[in-house]
């Protein structure tokens, strides 16, 4: 069984800064993409960053430039630093991957429970 744990989430003031973890555990062979959502009250879920095997991050544009996706493939996790946080940026922050159990299998899409990110002063 695969799990996906978010940490890092709490209370900060505008401008401040946070550093999301999401660590994946279980029967995992091989990760691929790895990606941060959010969801703020009453919003959709909206794609947040994500980064590929070889490192590559792609970024909401109300994000760019803010935060910094990455990930340890060694300890199967990925970060979220953001920097500049804003009011809007409230939100319950999810993980998500796509894991391969085994050789055997195809990559399946997981997620975590989410953690909450609050901005304000």
């Known amino acids: 069984q695969v799990q996906l744990v978010e940490s890092g989430g709490g209370l900060v003031q505008p401008g401040g800064s946070l550093r999301l973890s999401c660590a994946a555990s279980?029967?995992?062979?091989?990760?691929?993409?790895m990606r941060w959502y959010r969801q703020a009250p009453g919003k959709e879920r909206e794609l947040v960053a994500a980064i590929t095997t070889g490192g590559s991050g792609n970024y909401a544009d109300s994000v760019a430039g803010r935060f910094i996706i990455s990930r340890d493939d060694a300890k199967n996790t990925v970060y979220l630093q953001m920097n500049g946080l804003k009011p809007e940026d409230t939100a319950v922050y999810y993980c998500n991957a796509d894991i391969k159990p085994n050789s055997r299998t195809w990559y399946y899409a997981y997620w975590g429970k989410g953690t909450l990110v609050t901005v304000s002063s």
């Open positions: 279980g029967s995992i062979f091989s990760i691929n993409t």
